[in-house]
């Protein structure tokens, strides 16, 4: 099964299941300011992408940060983008289908906007399309965008990598069972996130796309080393 047809099954229960999940909007908002403290859109309202927008969590994030902003939500999904879609947003926010590392730079305005949010994108992105999902983000910001990342990541890290077993075997996988009957796409989340980049290798792929101030920043609580946001700026 396609990963966007696991989360069309899972998108009438997904709000829920996350919001069990201790952090997750907290998270969400530190990385959504992170790119608001960023942004330097001028005088007019700033354009914004929330690439892997899901259910709109991360987009009602953006827009808590920037109020003012335009807003692209951007999801491969069908099922998340109807949730989306369902919740009441302001006349600057619209949502779009798209595949990264498929998606057409130029369809969506290259080079015109002034940051992007991509949170828990870049390892549901095919490890060879990687590359190309980082590079389009790049040829979509303007001279001095920024990028913010956030993402999970384990490899190379023994102790976070065990947390996030037990945490997913114990609560995040019955759970998803419990409330949703969907094994195949918490046991899909799990693998996942084992299977990611380390935050080195996934550096080093912003770098190769030519973004340049990389910094890295990890969560706290039980996402502690488990959990990053990542920053990147598009030179002028």
């Known amino acids: 099964m396609q990963t966007s047809a696991l989360f069309d099954r899972g998108a009438s229960r997904y709000d829920l299941l996350v919001g069990l999940n201790p952090g997750y909007h907290a998270e969400l908002r530190r990385a959504a300011r992170a790119l608001a403290g960023r942004i330097r859109p001028g005088q007019r309202p700033a354009r914004l992408i929330d690439l892997a927008c899901g259910s709109g969590a991360s987009t009602r994030a953006v827009l808590e940060a920037v109020r003012s902003a335009t807003v ?30 498929d998606l057409d730079p130029a369809a969506l305005g290259a080079g015109s ?13 095919p490890v060879e399309r990687r590359d190309t999902a980082a590079a389009e983000t790049f040829d979509l910001l303007a001279p001095g965008g920024w990028l913010v990342v956030q993402e999970y990541s384990v490899a190379g890290r023994g102790e976070a990598r065990w947390r996030w077993h037990l945490t997913c075997w114990l609560a995040i996988i019955p759970l998803g069972v419990l409330l949703d009957r969907n094994f195949s796409l918490y046991r899909y989340l799990w693998r996942s996130v ?16 030519g ?26």
């Open 72 to 101: 692209l939500g951007l999801d491969a999904s069908a099922g998340m983008l109807a949730a989306a879609k369902a919740k009441d947003w302001p006349t600057a926010v619209s949502f779009t289908q798209a595949t990264a590392g």
């Open 113 to 125: 906007w002034d940051g992007i949010l991509a949170a828990y994108l870049f390892r549901n992105v």
């Open 194 to 209: 084992v299977d990611f980049d380390t935050t080195e290798q996934f550096c080093d792929r912003l770098a190769a796309a």
């Open 211 to 236: 973004f340049v101030d990389i910094a890295r920043q990890g969560a706290s609580g039980w996402q502690q080393g488990i959990l990053h946001t990542f920053v990147a700026r598009k030179p002028c």
